[in-house]
């Protein structure tokens, strides 16, 4: 697959533990935040997103946390399978203006060790 | 199949020859969009679309082209390509706005 992991911060994990993958984000008037995973060869899938008006969202065996004071997201994943093994973008954007971009992270290498 | 589609997959060209990459969704989603992805870098909007005949420049669109004359496609043109586009290119679409939003299998592009 395509190396897109080269100079990237790495968690290590076992398989079973939770795992939480931190973002530190630079708009402090984004006001949505999404965290994406990307898969050795393939396109960035989505995960969960957040906007602003939240501090914490909750998906299947995923949690969004959002701390606008110290522009601090974290993407918790509980009981981390190998099938979790990836890279994980977090993106920011502003829906407020004309602007639609969406400023990506420059990712966590997860690997999930049996 | 809800997908994103991109083509080619693979190319390798030579500095200066101008080529398309083409991108294609088939879920009636409004908003397109280009990446590129390098090592170190992750990803960098180039271009986005919010509907058709409406672009707008992303972080990076210095010596890329895009169209948008139907909602479906949004083909990625680079006029005269330099060694340093060489990355991998994602296409993504979402319903309304950069939310969530479907990515295409890449495009890795070399220029020689």
């Known amino acids: 697959g395509e190396s897109v992991g080269l100079h990237l911060p790495t968690l290590s994990v076992q398989e079973g533990d939770n795992s939480i993958i931190n973002c530190a984000y630079s708009n402090s008037a984004s006001d949505y935040f999404i965290w994406y995973k990307q898969e050795s060869g393939k396109g960035p899938q989505f995960i969960i997103d957040i906007r602003s008006n939240m501090d914490k969202r909750q998906g299947q065996r995923v949690t969004v946390l959002l701390n606008k004071t110290v522009k601090h997201l974290s993407l918790q994943i509980a009981a981390t399978q190998p099938g979790d093994s990836a890279v994980y973008f977090c993106a920011e954007g502003n829906s407020g203006g004309s602007n639609y971009k969406l400023t990506f992270g420059k990712g966590t290498l997860l690997t999930v060790n049996p | ?112």
């Open chain 2, 1 to 112: 199949e809800a997908q994103v589609t991109q083509n080619p997959r693979y190319l390798i060209t030579v500095t200066g020859k101008k080529l398309t990459v083409t991108c294609s969704q088939n879920m009636n989603h409004e908003y397109m969009s280009w990446y590129r992805q390098d090592p170190g870098l992750g990803l960098r909007q180039i271009y986005y679309s919010m509907n058709v005949e409406v672009t707008d420049k992303g972080d990076v669109p210095e010596g890329y082209k895009v169209s948008r004359k139907e909602k479906r496609n949004f083909p990625l043109i680079l006029e005269s390509p330099s060694p340093n586009q060489t990355s991998l290119y994602f296409c993504a679409s979402s319903l309304l706005g950069p939310y969530e939003q479907y990515f295409g299998p890449g495009t890795r592009l070399t220029v020689t």
